[in-house]
């Protein structure tokens, strides 16, 4: 089997290709809800064939979304590059994860997905975090229960905050200034980015485990997990392709 795995973000679209259980290909594209299937598909239809992809092996796909929009874009995508219906994570799709949030239909998808991948992968209790557009903290029981979770603004969607609502502050590249007491502008925003929010992970998953009454396992995930895990030793593993991972492994709970 080979499987497309699409994850449709607030910023960016992660785009990952299974042969079986082998991750083989990824992509990140820009999360653009103005564009038309078209334009999407002219991107992907570029890219898979440089990873040496054709379009006419793909058998299988599936979607998680949280830019409600975009859904029916990239259903309709699918079906036409490829010839399949796609697996779009929602309601009435199973997971084999409980859900004890309210109303369960409220937990992203995305969460859900990298629940999946988390438990299946390191096991329960384990906690999440997924550094992508927001700063997301998810719990999984030692049974498999999805217990809820937290919600932070994203590192850069609080340095944008800043270069945006300043009058006298820019951007910044996301780097571990000298010291935490900044000597400088550019030091000072870095320090209070990139120090605040290891901090904010190390307290938060202090507290997780606390209120989870254990030792989980915590595990990052997105676009900046790698940078942050240099500035923290709360991590038991990084795995950028979590979400990527969670698809494939609901897409297999699913077939008939």
Known sequence: MVLIALDIGNT??????????????TWRLATDARKMSDEYMLSLM????????????????????????????FEDLVKRCFSITPLLIGPGVRTGLRILY??????GADRVVDAVAAFH?????????????ATVFDAVSESGDYLGGALAPGVHSAAEALFVNTSQLRRVELAAPPSAIGKST?????SGLLFGYS?????????FAQEMGGSPKVIATGGLAGIIAK??????????????????????????
């Open 199 to 207: 901090e904010l992970v190390v307290g938060m998953v202090r507290r």
């Open 102 to 107: 309210e109303p369960p239909r409220d937990v």
């Open 12 to 25: 960016n679209i992660t785009v990952g290709v299974f042969e079986e259980k082998e991750l083989k290909a």
């Open 231 to 256: 500035e923290v030793d709360v991590f038991d593993a990084v795995s950028p392709d979590l979400t990527l991972i969670g698809l494939r492994i609901i897409n297999e709970m699913n077939q008939v």
């Open 121 to 133: 992968l390191y096991g329960g209790p384990v906690v999440i975090v997924d550094f992508g557009t």
């Open 186 to 190: 550019v030091h000072a925003m870095q």
């Open 46 to 73: 570029t890219l898979l064939p440089m990873k040496g992809i054709q379009p006419d092996q793909i058998d299988s796909a599936v979607i998680c979304s949280v830019v409600p929009p975009l859904n029916t874009v």
